[in-house]
């Protein structure tokens, strides 16, 4: 400590305001690395919230006494914490969703009630309802929904309802087929709405999916690559992975087809309805004559003709039958299969002699063979379809992977934050740099002079020396000096050469002189020497 408060003093002003601003500096820098190192690393919990349901979670984060952070529109907290923080406000309902759904119908009354009112509320309830099914979604953050209804008017005829759907991604952006699925899901909970009257918007303001894509040309893709893998696949488990490459080529039907036959069969019929008709006729005629008086008296009398009569019976039957009749209707749409190809490349079979070496060979007829069944029973092969199958066994070049390989280490499973660790590096460095070359060199004690002969000295220096009865000059052989070591590196002699040190008075040969030079500068110094021999000196008698 004597030491300490020794070089203090021996200081002037400027090193001393120096000394002090340095050891500031070490003693934040060094505070701020140790808060940095017991900061907790921090993640994210909840981003792209509304203001109500942020301060939700902010309120219960609080409540909880939890480290949490509000970066503008994110929360973050400890990692360590993160998911235990998620199930427990999720426990309690956090963060509420803004859209409210048929809860809105519970605060309503009979008393006050209009008709009006409660068509606005169940509207309002059932957007809020489909909002909630959109945000379910994994790939919506948030979504709103307006439906424009015809109300309960029923003076309004042809007017059909409408909606609007306007929805934030989480990532990726809304696909045509998302957009899609989200028209058929309004317009199947709205009675009335058509799939075509529900308008699909993302953040951006872009309508998705207005119009339905056509079928491509090349609808065949997506069976090829579903037969490829199955092929692949398949072979795999029998020449090993890598050893087999299959190619699929589909043509489709582009254009669509409808039939309409219409067939009668005579030979089949059936009787619908009979109709039998009978008739008996009967007449009876007088026998021919003269005209006479007598033939016109009553009951004939007189009458001398012959008398005929006829009897006629008639029957009639007619049956109606149905010819039958099929009617058959076919409609082909794009995307059957009009010809399939598939190629296959087999490496070669690899062959291991005893002394380790292998050697390639083409495989047999035989398996290739079972591969070829193997392939067509797996595409579903149609020889009168125009299919062919081509399977053939070569040598493959071995082809180095391109990258570097992923791996693990010890840092991956740390949960270290890379701009923390950087911050706490570079406060190192300053903290490392500042006690190195400013307070060390400052702190250090200059190295005493290895001489045996000390100069004389003006009486009247030191009050202390005068008490001592010190007068005139000072010489060594009024003190028992110790033998100071000998500095290396001074010169070649036994008591060295002192190097050749700037003076404000210039620099001069004789060690004497530059001694009295340096005692002269540092006075303060050399009385502490002086000061401590007299100690010694006292304590020996």
Not at 101 to 109: A, K, P, V, W
Not at 312 to 324: A, T
């Amino acid at each position: 400590m004597q030491q300490v408060l020794n070089a203090w003093t021996g200081m002037n002003i400027r090193r001393q305001i120096i000394v002090v601003v340095a050891t500031g500096a070490m003693f934040f820098a060094i505070l701020a690395m140790s808060r940095m190192a017991s900061a907790p690393t921090m993640t994210l919990l909840y981003a792209g919230l509304e203001n109500g349901a942020a301060g939700d979670v902010v309120r219960a984060l609080e409540q909880r006494g939890a480290v949490f952070e509000v970066r503008g529109g994110s929360i973050f907290v400890d990692a360590k914490q993160r998911d235990q923080l998620r199930m427990t406000l999720a426990s309690e309902g956090l963060p509420a969703n803004s859209n409210s759904g048929y809860e809105l119908l519970d605060t309503l009354s009979g008393f006050g009630t209009t008709s009006q009112m409660f068509d606005a509320a169940y509207w309002r309830a059932k957007e809020g309802e489909l909002a909630r099914t959109v945000v379910s979604s994994p790939h919506i953050a948030m979504a709103r929904v307006h439906i424009a209804s015809t109300g309960s008017n029923p003076f309004q005829r042809g007017v059909t309802p409408k909606a609007s759907v306007a929805v934030t991604p989480t990532g990726a952006a809304i696909t045509p087929q998302q957009a899609k699925a989200i028209r058929f899901l309004v317009s199947s909970a709205v009675a009335g709405l058509a799939a075509e009257d529900v308008a699909v918007i993302d953040a951006n303001g872009t309508l998705i999916g207005a119009t339905d894509e056509a079928v491509p040309a090349n609808g065949g893709d997506d069976k090829a690559q579903l037969l490829r893998d199955k092929v692949q696949r398949l072979l795999e488990a029998r020449v090993g992975f890598g050893n087999a490459i299959v190619e699929v080529s589909v043509d489709t039907v582009t254009e669509s087809e409808a039939i309409r036959e219409r067939i009668f069969d005579p030979e089949s019929r059936v009787a619908i309805s009979t109709d039998t008709e009978e008739r008996n006729n009967t007449s009876n005629e007088a026998g021919g004559g003269n005209v006479t008086v007598a033939s016109n008296l009553p009951d004939e009398e007189g009458a001398g003709g012959e008398n005929s009569s006829s009897q006629n019976s008639e029957s009639r039957e007619r049956v109606n039958y149905e010819v039958s009749e099929t009617e058959r209707e076919i409609v082909r749409n794009p995307g059957a299969i009009k010809r399939l190809t598939v190629a296959v490349l087999v490496n070669e079979a690899t062959t291991t002699a005893e002394d380790g070496a292998q050697t390639f060979a083409p495989r047999d007829e035989a398996e290739l063979n079972a591969l070829k069944d193997l392939v067509a029973s797996a595409v579903g092969f149609d020889e009168t379809r125009g299919d062919i199958i081509t399977i053939k066994s070569m040598a493959l070049q071995n082809v180095p992977p391109v990258g570097t390989a992923a791996g693990t280490s010890l840092i991956d499973g740390l949960n270290v934050d890379l701009m923390s660790a950087i911050q706490m590096a570079v406060l190192a460095m300053v903290t490392l740099i500042l006690g190195l070359f400013v307070v060390r060199p400052l702190l250090m004690k200059p190295a005493e002079l290895p001489n045996n002969d000390v100069p004389a000295l003006p009486v009247g220096a030191d009050p202390q020396m005068e008490e001592a009865g010190l007068t005139g000059e000072v010489t060594s052989d009024d003190f028992d000096l110790p033998e100071l070591p000998i500095i290396s590196g001074f010169g070649g002699g036994e008591g060295g050469e002192l190097p050749d040190l700037p003076m404000a008075g210039g620099v001069s040969e004789d060690p004497v002189d530059r001694l009295r030079n340096m005692i002269g500068e540092r006075q303060e110094e050399t009385v502490e020497i002086l000061r401590s021999w007299l100690e010694d000196k006292e304590e020996s008698v």
